[in-house]
């Protein structure tokens, strides 16, 4: 692999979106490639967070467990995503665990390695201090509007997340998951009971906006969905 390469791959809320060339090629030179089967994990929540992770290929879930013992999905990692940032920066614990989904292949970067890198790259430092700004800020708005939101369009909200392509993806008539969620592991990842899952995506079939069949969704109506999302 490449920086432009790695650079492509990156999306756009990735720590490392807005490194220079040069940079990424320096990463690349100074991490290693691992690879990981389905259902091996790659993080464990509570661990030392000594290495830092950048998913090429497969999709990988975060998850972590809360205080009161419930399992609480964040997210699902497609290749571009970075893990593992926030205890790799701070020293501390690793806030979530990762296990892959389907095969994973990621880029593995030390903190010593990392040290170096920063070192060489004075500029590097600001760029990510913004990215970590951005995405808190984009954090903090996703928690806003998810406590404002009742069931409907919450659920509406974290469908179009993972809507293949996610919320940027072309808004044609019909469009698949990333990934086959039982309707407990949505509510897992949308903050909701699975009985209001069911009776949600019942309504949303009957009306010709989902499509349910052997544990998959398929939006049949995407824009209808916006329109779900978009409604307080």
Known sequence: MDAATLAETL?????????????????IARAQVRAFKAGQPLIAQGDKGDTLYIVLKGLARVSMVAANGREIVLDYAEPGHVLGEIAFLDGGE???SVDAIDPVEALCLSRAAFADIIERHKGLSLRLLKAMARRLRQNNAVIEADRAYTSGPRLARFLLRLIMGG????????????I???QGELGNFAGMSREQINRQLSAWADSGIVALKTGRVTILDREALVDIAEAW
Not at 167 to 178: P, T
């Open 11 to 27: 999306t756009s809320q990735s720590l490392f979106a807005d490194c220079e060339r040069d940079e990424l090629a320096d990463i």
């Open 94 to 96: 690793r806030t979530a």
């Open 167 to 178: 919320e940027g993806a072309d808004a044609g008539s019909e469009a698949r998951l990333k």
């Open 180 to 182: 086959a969620l039982s």
